[in-house]
C-alpha cells in the first residue's frame, strides 16, 4: 500500500487499505463481505439502503461502510446480532410498499432484493399497498419502467447521470418523500438503468417474460458495432439470444453499452438475411455461388482499373470487421489495386 498505507481490524482481521479508501472497499479487499443494495462500483456511493451498516469502536450507531473513510486503528464490525436486526428492518421498510410478485416478475433469479430478503431470513411483512417511486411511468422502444417495483436505491438517476452523462433520470421531491423523474426528451434509450438496476423497477420489454435466469447461458463476446471493442454478454436460450448485457469488469466499456450494442441483436433471426450471393441480371436477381460472385466482382473490378485507372475504385471498410480484416483490406487496395482511396466508416 506504500506510505499513504492505513492499517484497521475488520471482524478481527488487521487489513491494509489505502488513504481515502471506505470500509467497505477495504473490507471488500481483504475478501470480507459486507451486504449491499445500492452501491455500484462504477458509481459514488450512495447510502440509501442501510444494508450496509457495520458497527465502528468508539461510535454508539452504526455506520453505512460505503460512505465511511477507513482511519489509523479504527476497528469494524460487519457481523453481529445488533447489525442483523438491522438489515432486517432496512429490509422490511423496502418491502412494506414493494409487490411481492416475484413469479411475474422478469428480475426473480437475478434480483439483489430478493437474494438479499433469502439471506436475512424475511419471512412476513405486513403489507401495504404497493406505491409507486416514479413521478410518472416511462417507457421507449426499448424499456418500460415498473415503478411500484422501485427501492429508491437512485442507482439509474446516478448512472444516467454519472456514467451515461445524459441526465434524462433525477431525484425530486414528491408529496411524501424522494421520487425520481424522468425527462422523454433527454433519454437516448442505452439501458444503463437496466443494466444497474438491482430489482425488477425498470426492464426491456424486449426479453419481458421470455426466459428465467437460469434457462440462459451467458457467453462473453465482442460487440460488432464499431470499433471500440465493448465487451458483451449474449443471453443464450435454446440456441437464441434473448438479451445482451455489458461485462461490469471488463476494459474498454466497464458495463457500458450504447442501444445498438444493447439491443441491436434481432437481425440476426431476421428471415430477410442473404444466405446466398445475388446477381443482377436483366433487372432481377439470381442466386449464384460464391465463386461465381467473387469472379465476376474481379472482372468488374479489372475492367474499371483498365478504362480509368487504380484511383477510380475506392473501398471502405465496415467498422465490424476484425482489425485483421480490415488489414487486408487495405494491402488489397494499396498493394494490389494501387490506389489509397481506402478508408474505414468507424473514423467518422
Not at 488487521?14 to 455500484?40: M, N, S, W, Y
Not at 429490509?91 to 436475512?120: F, M, N, S, T
Amino acid at each position: 500500500m506504500g506510505m499513504g498505507a492505513v492499517k484497521l481490524t475488520i471482524d478481527g482481521i488487521e487489513v491494509l487499505a489505502g488513504k481515502g479508501a471506505t470500509v467497505l472497499q477495504a473490507a471488500k479487499d481483504a475478501g470480507i463481505r459486507i451486504p449491499t443494495l445500492c452501491f455500484h462500483e462504477r458509481m459514488k456511493p450512495i447510502g440509501s439502503c442501510g444494508m450496509c451498516v457495520v458497527e465502528i469502536d468508539g461510535i454508539s450507531e452504526p455506520v453505512s461502510s460505503c460512505e465511511t473513510p477507513v482511519e489509523d486503528g479504527m476497528s469494524v464490525i460487519t457481523r453481529s446480532d445488533r447489525l442483523l436486526r438491522e438489515r432486517q428492518d432496512a429490509l422490511r421498510a423496502l418491502l412494506v410498499h414493494h409487490p411481492l410478485e416475484c413469479p411475474i416478475c422478469d428480475k426473480a433469479g437475478e434480483c439483489k432484493l430478493q437474494d438479499l430478503v433469502y439471506e436475512h431470513g424475511i419471512t412476513h411483512v405486513d403489507m401495504q399497498p404497493p406505491t409507486s417511486k416514479f413521478t410518472a411511468e416511462y417507457s421507449t422502444t426499448f424499456l418500460r419502467s415498473w415503478p411500484q417495483r422501485c427501492v429508491l436505491c437512485t442507482r439509474c438517476v446516478s448512472a444516467c447521470n454519472e456514467i451515461q452523462g445524459i441526465g434524462a433520470l433525477d431525484v425530486v421531491e414528491g408529496p411524501e418523500g424522494k421520487l425520481i423523474s424522468y425527462d422523454r426528451d433527454k433519454c437516448v434509450s442505452c439501458g444503463e438503468c437496466i443494466q444497474v438496476c438491482p430489482v425488477g423497477a425498470i426492464l426491456e420489454k424486449k426479453s419481458e417474460l421470455r426466459w428465467r435466469p437460469w434457462e440462459v447461458k451467458k457467453v462473453r463476446t465482442t460487440c460488432p458495432y464499431c470499433g471500440v471493442g465493448c465487451q458483451l454478454l449474449l443471453h443464450v436460450k435454446d440456441g437464441r439470444i434473448v438479451k445482451v448485457s455489458g461485462v461490469e469488469d471488463a476494459e474498454p466499456n466497464k458495463g457500458r453499452l450504447c442501444v445498438k450494442g444493447r439491443f441491436g441483436f434481432d437481425f440476426i433471426y431476421s428471415q430477410e438475411r442473404l444466405k446466398t450471393p445475388l446477381i443482377r441480371e436483366n433487372g432481377e436477381f439470381r442466386e449464384a455461388s460464391w465463386d461465381e460472385a467473387l469472379d465476376l466482382i474481379a472482372d468488374k473490378f479489372k475492367q474499371i482499373i483498365a478504362e480509368s485507372g487504380p484511383d477510380a475504385v475506392a473501398g471502405v471498410s465496415c467498422g465490424r470487421s476484425i482489425n485483421e480484416d480490415s488489414y487486408n483490406m487495405q494491402k488489397l487496395f494499396r498493394g494490389v489495386f494501387g490506389t489509397n482511396n481506402i478508408d474505414h466508416c468507424a473514423r467518422t
